[in-house]
Nanobody, 125 residues
Framework: QVQLVESGGGLVQTGGSLRLSCAAS????????MGWYRQAPGQQRELVAA???????NYADSVKGRFTISKDNAKNTVSLQMNSLKPEDTAVYYC???????????????????WGQGTQVTVSS
C-alpha cells in the first residue's frame, strides 16, 4: 500500500511564502516522479510542478520563477517552496507519485497515479 500525505498549507497574504511537503509511505523501493497539482473551486486540476528521480524539474508557466520543487529520493519526500504568492495561487494542492516500485505479495510491483488528500492554500489580497 502506497500512501501520500501533504502538509504545509495555510493562509498567507499576497507576496508571502509557504512550503508544502509530501511524504510517501509504504514498502517503497523507488519513485520515478513526484509532483504537485492544484485545483481551484470549479476548475480542472492542473500540474504545478514535477520532479524525476534524477531531480529534473518542470513547472507550469504560471509558477516559473516563483516556485521551487525538490525531492529527497532516500526519504521519498517532495517539497514545494512557494514564494511571491498571488491570489490566483489559491487552491487545494495535491501530491502525486508516478512510477512507484514497492514491495507487496513477496515481490516488487510497480504502480502509478497515487494521490494525496490535498492541502489548502489560500492567498489573500
Amino acid at each position: 500500500q502506497v500512501q501520500l500525505v501533504e502538509s504545509g498549507g495555510g493562509l498567507v497574504q499576497t507576496g508571502g511564502s509557504l512550503r508544502l511537503s509530501c511524504a510517501a509511505s509504504g514498502s517503497i523501493f523507488s519513485i520515478n516522479t513526484m509532483g504537485w497539482y492544484r485545483q481551484a473551486p470549479g476548475q480542472q486540476r492542473e500540474l504545478v510542478a514535477a520532479i524525476t528521480v534524477a531531480r529534473t524539474p518542470n513547472y507550469a508557466d504560471s509558477v516559473k520563477g516563483r516556485f521551487t520543487i525538490s525531492k529527497d529520493n532516500a526519504k521519498n519526500t517532495v517539497s514545494l517552496q512557494m514564494n511571491s504568492l498571488k491570489p490566483e495561487d489559491t487552491a487545494v494542492y495535491y501530491c502525486r507519485a508516478d512510477g512507484v516500485v514497492y514491495w507487496s505479495g513477496s515481490k516488487y510491483q510497480s504502480g502509478s497515479d497515487y494521490w494525496g488528500q490535498g492541502t489548502q492554500v489560500t492567498v489573500s489580497s
